[in-house]
C-alpha cells in the first residue's frame, strides 16, 4: 500500500496490548522495593508460567502489511525466522482473516525503518501474537472493503471476500487494483475475529512457506549479507575467563597485506582488512599478554554453586514440611555449564555513515542491539537502524551479548561497511553458558502413596541478571525468576518448600534454551520416580495421583494418561529395554515423554522417544512436530555428552572436536503426539526439552537399577559401572 496514509488511525483497537507491554521483569521489579520474602513468593508464583506477553504495542496494519501489484500480500514478521517455522505460522494465521491463500501471504523480516521488530526468544512468538496478527489482518480486509464502497458507492455490508477478491454484485476487484487506486486510506476500527470453527487453515498441515527458497538458497542469513565497498573484521578477545588485556604488540598484524586498520579498545582489538583471511591472519600476528585468574576450574564452580553456598531465597512455602515424620527421602543432582552449540555463529555487518548505522544482524534482541550501540557510538537510538537476517539458530546465545559494538566501531573508524563473524572458537570462549546447578531434594512418601512433603533446594548461577537493570539482583536476592524457572513443585502436595541459593559465577552466564527448567526439571522428575520406587508405586500412577483439578494439573493429568496409553508404558518391554518417564509445565504448555533405552557396547543408546504434547491451539501441527524432534534432540545430546569445563581460569572447550554434541547416528524413532487442551496457543520452542533428560535418567534405573543424579549421563553411567 504504498499510498497509505501515515497518519496513525482513530480508535484503532489496542485491546489488551498497550495494556501487557509492560508485564514483564522489569515491571516487577519496582513491587519488590518494598517487601522481601513473601513478595517474591508471590512473584514467584506470577512468573511461574513464564507467559511473556508482546513487546511491541502498536498494531497499525500499514507498519504490518502491504497489498503487492501481483495480489500477494506481504506481512513485515516483528518475530526473526531461526529455524523455528514461525513464518509459516503467521502467514496462516493472516491468511485466516484476509481471506486470501497462504501461499499469497509473503513473509518477510520487518526492520526497524519500515516496521515493527519483537525479541525473538521464550517460545512467545506464536502465543503472543496469535490475536494481534489476526486483528491487524481483519482490519485491513475491513478497510479495503471500505475503501471500495466508497469507490463503488454502495455500503460496506454489500462487499464480500474471498481468495483476494472483494465482490459486491457484478463488481469485483482485486486487492491490489484497489490498492493502486486509493491515494487516501482510512482505516476501520478492529473487527470482531473470525471464530475457530470457521479456520480454513490453523490446525492443518501446512508446507512451510520459506522451504522452497531455503532450498534454493535465496534467505539471506547474515553471512551473506554483502555491500557495496564492504571490507572484514576480525577480533582478538581474552582466551581467558574475564581476562582483560595487558599489553600488545600489533606490529605484524600491521604490515600483513590487507590490513586497514586496527582499533584497540580495552580489553579487545579488532582488525580490518579487503579479506577475512587477510584480517583472520593479522589478528593472529598479535602478541597479546592477558590478566586473569589461573586459579579457576570446575571444581572451584561445583564447590560455589552448592546448596548452603551463597544467597538464600524462599520462593515456594506451603503447610509445614518440618512437621514431617522422619524416614525422609533425599536426592542430590548435579547438572554442567552448557555451551549453546548454535550452527550459525554471531554475524554482523554495519555499516557507518554520516553520524547513523546500519546493522544487518543474525540476533534475537534486536531492541537490545540498538541500545548497546547507540549507547556505545555515543548516538540516538533512531540513529542505529536494525536490518534482521535469518538465524541458523540462537536457542539464546544471540539474545543479549553480539559482536555488533566491536562490528560498529570498526566500521566508524574504517569508514567502510564491516563484516565481523565470529570464530567457533571465540563463540565457546566469549559468550555465555548456561550455568551450572546443584540440586537437593526431600521427600516424604505414606504407605498409601501419597506424597507427604516435598522440599526441593536449588543452587544455581544466574540467566537473567545480566540484561536487566543493576539493581534487580539486589532486590529479587536470587534468579528465580530465569534461572530458577521450574524449581517450585509442580504436583499437589499438602506441605512444600523450595529455596534457590544464588552465587554469580566467574564468568558471563545467561540464557540456554528452556532455561532453569531444563536442569530443574532433571532433578524434580527424576525424584518423583525415587519417590515412586520407594513406596512401590507406578511411576505413572504417581504423578496422576497428585494432579488435582486445578486448570493446568488437569491438562497434565489428561496428557499423563494419553502417553501412558499411546507410549505403550504399560504392556510388557522387550528384553534388554529400560523405559522412563517424565513431565513438565513450561511457559501454559504440558510436555510428556516416555524413552526407551538399551546398553551397547557399554554406552546409553536411546531406542525411541514418545513425545506428547498440549500446547494449546494449534496452529500448523507439522511445525510443533519439527520443533519438538529439533528439541529432542538438543535435549538428547545436552542429557547424555556435553559438559563445559574449566582448567587454569580457561574454558577447556574451544570447539566440537572437544564438546561433544548428538550425532545423526544417536536419533532414535521419534513419534510425537499432540493434544490440544486449551482454545489459545502457548510456547511449544522450550517445553519439549525439558522431560528428556529424566526421562532417559529413569529409563536407565529401569534397566540396570542405577540412580545417575548428574549430567551428562554417559559420563555417569561410565563412573557408576567402573564403581
Known sequence: MENADKKPKKGFSRRKFLAISGSGVAGTLALLYFGRGAIRRKISDFTSEMDIPADVSDFDHKLWFEVNADNTITLKSPKAEMGQGIFTGFAMLAAEELDVAVEKIKVVHANSLNGLLSNTGGSNSTSSFYVSIREVAATLRETLKLQASKLWNIPVASISTKDGMLTAGDKQLSYADLAKQITKWETTETPALRPSSQFKYVGKQQKRIDLPDKVLGKPIYGIDVTLPDMVYGAMLYSPYVKGTLKSADTSGAKNTAGVLKIVEETNWIGVVATSRYAAQTAVEKIKAEWDYNPNVSTKDLEKLITVGNGKEVNIQNDGDTDSVPDEVLTGEFRTPIGFHGNLEPSIV?????????????????????????????????????????????????????????????????????????????????????????????????????????????????????????AIAET?????????????????????????????????????????????????????????????????????????????????????????????????????????????????????????????????????????????????????????????????????????????????????????????????????????????????????????????????????????????????????????
Open 349 to 469: 555487518v554495519a555499516d557507518y555513515k554520516d553520524n547513523k548505522i546500519t546493522l544487518y544482524a543474525s540476533f534475537q534482541n534486536p531492541a537490545y542491539l540498538q541500545t548497546s550501540v547507540a549507547e556505545a557510538l555515543d548516538l540516538k537510538t533512531e540513529d542505529v537502524a536494525i536490518m534482521p537476517t535469518y538465524m541458523g539458530g540462537g536457542f539464546g546465545r544471540k539474545a543479549f551479548k553480539s559482536n555488533a559494538v566491536e562490528a560498529a566501531k570498526l566500521s566508524k573508524a574504517v569508514g567502510k561497511p564491516v563484516h565481523l563473524l565470529a570464530t567457533r572458537q571465540q563463540e565457546f570462549q566469549n559468550g555465555y553458558v548456561r550455568p551450572n546447578t546443584h540440586h537437593v531434594l526431600k521427600g516424604k512418601v505414606g504407605k498409601d502413596g501419597k506424597i507427604l512433603a516435598f522440599v526441593h533446594h536449588l543452587a544455581t548461577g544466574p540467566m537473567i541478571f545480566n540484561s536487566v537493570p
Open 475 to 723: 532486590i529479587l536476592g536470587a534468579d528465580f525468576i530465569v534461572a530458577g524457572h521450574g524449581a517450585r513443585c509442580p504436583y499437589h502436595v499438602t506441605n512444600i518448600k523450595t529455596t534457590v541459593w544464588h552465587n554469580n559465577l566467574p564468568f558471563e552466564t545467561s540464557i540456554w534454551r528452556g532455561v532453569g527448567m531444563f536442569a530443574n526439571t532433571f532433578a524434580i522428575e527424576s525424584f518423583m520416580d525415587e519417590l515412586a520406587h520407594k513406596a512401590g508405586v507406578n511411576p505413572l500412577k504417581l504423578r496422576i495421583d497428585h494432579c488435582n483439578d486445578t486448570p493446568q494439573l488437569v491438562r497434565r493429568k489428561k496428557l499423563l494418561e494419553i502417553i501412558g496409553e499411546k507410549s505403550g508404558w504399560h504392556l510388557p518391554k522387550s528384553e534388554g529395554i529400560g523405559r522412563g518417564l517424565a513431565v513438565c509445565d513450561d511457559r501454559k504448555t504440558v510436555s510428556a515423554a516416555v524413552v526407551e533405552v538399551k546398553i551397547v557396547d557399554g554406552a546409553i543408546k536411546i531406542v525411541k522417544v514418545t513425545q506428547a504434547i498440549d500446547a494449546g491451539k494449534i496452529i500448523n501441527p507439522d511445525g510443533i512436530k519439527q520443533q519438538v524432534e529439533g528439541a529432542t534432540m538438543m535435549a538428547i545430546s545436552a542429557t547424555l555428552y556435553e559438559q563445559g569445563t574449566v582448567e587454569n581460569g580457561q574454558f577447556v572447550q574451544t570447539n566440537f572436536h572437544n564438546y561433544q554434541v548428538v550425532r545423526l547416528s544417536d536419533t532414535p524413532e521419534i513419534e510425537v503426539i499432540l493434544h490440544e487442551g486449551s482454545e489459545v496457543p502457548s510456547g511449544v520452542g522450550e517445553p519439549p526439552l525439558s522431560p528428556i533428560a529424566p526421562a532417559i535418567a529413569n529409563a536407565i534405573f529401569d534397566l540396570t537399577g542405577k540412580r545417575l543424579r548428574s549430567l551428562p549421563l554417559q559420563l555417569a553411567f561410565q563412573a557408576a559401572s567402573n564403581l
